[in-house]
């Protein structure tokens, strides 16, 4: 059996429920942040989701430089600050620069660190520093049981709190594949596995100036990692899709993650 990590009042691994992380690619705006994450508490609520809310502060890793980055640092963590405050849900985000671990630590529940940079060893041994879960997004360029020397980095640090989440791996020019056997190698290192089903249909660079991407198939993925076995599945959502600053093409719409987590329940409830 997995660990048992917690973010917040959410337990993932072992045996408890399916976990989901979802919410905002970048914040957009404090209104926008905060009323998906009002209508995110309320579906959880609705259909006892075990949630974690998920939205970035900045995205320092974009396609183009002209590209929207966010708040940063110090106004983004206001605003989740205020989303913990005003619906209680334990919040993830990700870092990109170790100066910004201390900071984020103290309003985040969960830290991640970010799949182009799972190799930077100062930015790994400062997450592991923090003491907090670490939700480690296997690089696009890495076997799964590369996983394993990220593992040790962290675990030297005297921190067993880690998450592992599949999101793809680079097939050829501008696109990813999604590998189910990865979720199986990495449960095998003893730590929660999530899939991230709407990173996992990008095409990285396939838009000249941005990333593109085939957000219709990632509730099919969503159903084969569930199936395969996971412990939870990582969704980027937004009301209107189409309108989002970053990965537009891959965010499911917020209309349909009711139904999409009615599935991927009865599917867990199936193989569990």
Same mark, same amino acid.
């Given at each position: 059996?997995?660990?048992?990590?917690?973010?917040? $009042?959410?337990?993932?691994?072992?045996?408890?429920?399916?976990?989901?992380?979802?919410?905002?690619?970048?914040?957009?705006?404090?209104?926008?942040?905060?009323?998906?994450?009002?209508?995110?508490?309320?579906?959880?609520?609705?259909?006892?989701?075990?949630?974690?809310?998920?939205?970035?502060?900045?995205?320092?890793?974009?396609?183009?430089?002209?590209?929207?980055?966010?708040?940063?640092?110090?106004?983004?963590?206001?605003?989740?600050?205020?989303?913990?405050?005003?619906?209680g849900l334990p919040l993830l985000t990700d870092v990109h620069?170790?100066?910004?671990?201390?900071?984020?630590?103290?309003?985040?529940?969960?830290l991640q660190l970010p799949a182009f940079l799972c190799r930077?060893?100062?930015?790994?041994?400062?997450?592991?520093?923090?003491?907090?879960?670490?939700?480690?997004?296997?690089? $696009?360029?890495?076997?799964?049981?590369?996983?394993?020397?990220?593992?040790?980095?962290?675990?030297?640090?005297?921190?067993?709190?880690?998450?592992?989440?599949?999101?793809?791996?680079?097939?050829?020019?501008?696109?990813?594949?999604?590998?189910?056997?990865?979720?199986?190698?990495?449960?095998?290192?003893?730590?929660?596995?999530?899939?991230?089903?709407?990173?996992?249909?990008?095409?990285?660079?396939?838009?000249?100036?941005?990333?593109?991407?085939?957000?219709?198939?990632?509730?099919?993925?969503?159903?084969?990692?569930?199936?395969?076995?996971?412990?939870?599945?990582?969704?980027?959502?937004?009301?209107?899709?189409?309108?989002?600053?970053?990965?537009?093409?891959?965010?499911?719409?917020?209309?349909?993650?009711?139904?999409?987590?009615?599935?991927?329940?009865?599917?867990?409830?199936?193989?569990?």
């Amino acid at each position: 059996m997995t660990k048992v990590v917690k973010a917040g $009042q959410v337990k993932i691994g072992g045996r408890n429920p399916l976990v989901l992380m979802a919410g905002l690619c970048v914040i957009e705006s404090r209104k926008i942040c905060l009323d998906l994450a009002d209508r995110l508490a309320q579906l959880a609520a609705k259909e006892d989701i075990a949630l974690i809310f998920k939205a970035s502060y900045d995205k320092a890793n974009r396609t183009s430089h002209t590209a929207f980055r966010g708040p940063g640092l110090m106004k983004g963590l206001e605003i989740l600050a205020e989303v913990k405050a005003r619906y209680g849900l334990p919040l993830l985000t990700d870092v990109h620069h170790e100066s910004e671990v201390p900071h984020a630590a103290e309003v985040a529940d969960m830290l991640q660190l970010p799949a182009f940079l799972c190799r930077q060893t100062d930015l790994v041994l400062a997450l592991g520093e923090s003491g907090k879960p670490v939700n480690i997004k296997k690089g $696009q360029f890495l076997a799964p049981e590369d996983m394993r020397n990220i593992i040790a980095k962290v675990e030297s640090t005297g921190n067993r709190k880690m998450v592992l989440t599949e999101r793809g791996a680079s097939f050829g020019y501008n696109n990813l594949v999604a590998d189910m056997r990865s979720l199986l190698i990495m449960r095998e290192m003893g730590y929660p596995v999530v899939f991230d089903a709407t990173h996992s249909v990008q095409r990285p660079g396939g838009a000249g100036s941005r990333t593109g991407g085939d957000g219709r198939w990632a509730p099919a993925l969503a159903r084969a990692a569930v199936a395969t076995g996971c412990d939870g599945v990582f969704i980027e959502t937004h009301v209107h899709p189409a309108q989002a600053l970053s990965d537009k093409d891959n965010a499911i719409a917020l209309s349909g993650i009711a139904k999409l987590w009615k599935q991927l329940r009865a599917i867990d409830d199936i193989v569990s």
